[in-house]
């Protein structure tokens, strides 16, 4: 799920008070978040018996080619960090009311499971990696996450479902961190973000060890992300 989208959905419709600064607490709840995810890759590959990240298991759907899997993420990688730091603020400023990040989020969430009713029979190449790294652009909009857009993307071009949900993971780790080290930067105003990192890094922590591979758990993820986008519209229609 999107970490904007729910800085702005979530307080809206439980009506909270918006954080003196919305955009240093953003940042430490993407640092939170980094950090959470690295974690998390770590202990995958301790279980997935020490593979190291530009390695691959035999049993993996993943085709190596002459890049290996650290090439592809960095490849995957430029697309998003290029236009996020060109494009950034203009989408947030044009995109980020409630009723335009419900939308995104709620579309979001439809692709998704479209995409996951795919067949699991392509191996991950560098051409998927590069579309997956085109679809993470789609990330900039508030309301789209990083990893899901680009395990959209992933599942869209059948790759299998697990090794789908970890390749979005490590694709979404270094954007989440230049993402929070850029805003901070922007960020005129430095006060206290640990509670925004405890939170981000328990959450991402939490959210990885529910299995990304399960079909119930993407399904999930997009009944919430139309579940909140309802809610949204639904307090709008009683505010008229």
Do not use: C
Request: hydrophobic fraction near 45%; charged fraction near 15%.
């Amino acid at each position: 799920m999107s970490s904007s989208a729910q800085l702005t959905l979530l307080p809206y419709l439980w009506r909270w008070e918006p954080p003196a600064d919305r955009t240093t607490f953003a940042a430490g709840l993407h640092a939170g978040s980094a950090a959470g995810l690295a974690y998390s890759l770590v202990h995958d590959q301790r279980n997935r018996g020490g593979v190291n990240v530009g390695q691959s298991r035999p049993h993996d759907s993943v085709d190596q080619g002459p890049w290996g899997t650290a090439g592809r993420v960095v490849l995957a990688t430029i697309p998003a960090a290029a236009v996020g730091y060109a494009a950034q603020d203009v989408v947030e400023r044009r995109l980020g009311g409630p009723r335009t990040t419900a939308a995104l989020m709620a579309g979001a969430g439809v692709a998704l499971w479209w995409a996951d009713r795919k067949p699991q029979d392509q191996q991950l190449g560098t051409r998927e990696a590069v579309i997956a790294g085109l679809g993470q652009v789609a990330a900039l909009a508030p309301g789209v996450s990083r990893s899901g857009a680009s395990l959209t993307a992933l599942r869209a071009m059948r790759v299998p479902r697990a090794e789908a949900a970890r390749f979005s993971t490590l694709m979404s780790l270094p954007i989440t961190a230049g993402g929070a080290a850029l805003t901070a930067a922007r960020s005129r105003a430095l006060p206290p973000v640990v509670p925004a990192v405890v939170a981000g890094f328990t959450a991402a922590t939490l959210s990885r060890r529910v299995s990304g591979g399960s079909r119930g758990v993407i399904a999930g993820s997009a009944l919430y992300r139309l579940g909140v986008a309802w809610a949204v519209a639904r307090r709008q229609r009683e505010q008229r």
